[in-house]
């Protein structure tokens, strides 16, 4: 499981990636807020351990372009300022939770597991965007209200555009999200689209899957006047 730390201080983003990697985790380093939030909005970490005060844009702003760009990553806040009103902006622009410095990683990696349960319990609820349903728990889709016979690797695309919708993701994070890295080829990627396109949008005047040219992919609901 894949998690971002966006931290300056080098021994403790030393300290910290050793301990989840001992607790396998893959761990991914930004030392300024700038880089931070570009490697997050790729999409592909289930958590992020972001500090406040940051070079080039601090914590709190990384947490609102995030959340501004509805992304839903949890976010474990993690800073040397510990004063309540810090606390309540934190949690204002959309963290999921604040732990001070200096800490005990063992509460440290509680915490970060207590918030990939609850991602987990939230990643069980019905997805809905426009007439297109997803049944998580179950593996299912309907578009309008006809069910949709997908294989797991169409399911698992799927999955991972509605849960960016409105968000473009990348081929490369699409192959690492979906394929594990284990297909290195990004045609694979534009392929299985096509086959799910197919399954989706044909025959439905609202297309949901889009192509954004040289980019990637996103699954997007039609604007309403």
């Known amino acids: 499981m ?6 300056d201080d080098e021994v403790i983003a030393e300290r910290i990636q050793k301990g989840l990697e001992k607790n396998y985790f893959t761990v ?10 570009r490697l997050a909005l790729g999409g592909a970490y289930a958590l992020v351990i ?7 844009r601090d914590g709190w702003s990384v947490c609102e372009s995030l959340r501004n760009r509805s992304n839903p990553v949890p976010i474990l806040m993690l800073t040397a300022r510990d004063a309540v ?16 410095k200096p800490f005990d990683f063992n509460e440290l990696l509680a915490r970060v597991r207590a918030l990939l349960r609850r991602e987990k319990v939230n990643k069980g609820k019905i997805i809905e965007i426009a007439d297109l349903k997803i049944d998580s728990l179950a593996r299912r889709v309907w578009r ?3 069910e949709i016979h997908l294989t797991p690797r169409e399911y698992s695309l799927l999955e991972a555009l509605a849960r960016s919708a409105g968000r473009t993701l990348s081929r490369e994070v699409i192959l690492e999200r979906v394929w594990g890295d284990d297909e290195s080829y990004s045609n694979t990627v534009s392929f299985h689209v096509t086959l799910l396109r197919k399954k989706v949008d ?11 040219h040289g980019i990637g992919y996103m699954l997007r609901a039609p604007e309403t006047s």
């Not at 894949?2 to 931290?7: A, D, K, P, S, T």
């Not at 991914?28 to 939030?37: C, Q, R, S, Y």
């Not at 606390?87 to 732990?99: C, N, Q």
């Open 28 to 37: 991914d380093i930004a030392a300024d807020g700038e880089t931070g939030l």
């Open 2 to 7: 894949r998690v971002l730390l966006i931290e």
């Open 202 to 212: 044909n025959g439905n005047p609202v297309k949901l899957i889009q192509t954004v």
């Open 85 to 100: 009103d810090d606390r309540i902006r934190g949690l204002d622009t959309g963290a999921d939770d604040y732990l001070s």
């Open 144 to 146: 309008g209200g006809e």
């Open 50 to 56: 972001l500090d406040l005060m940051l070079p080039r």
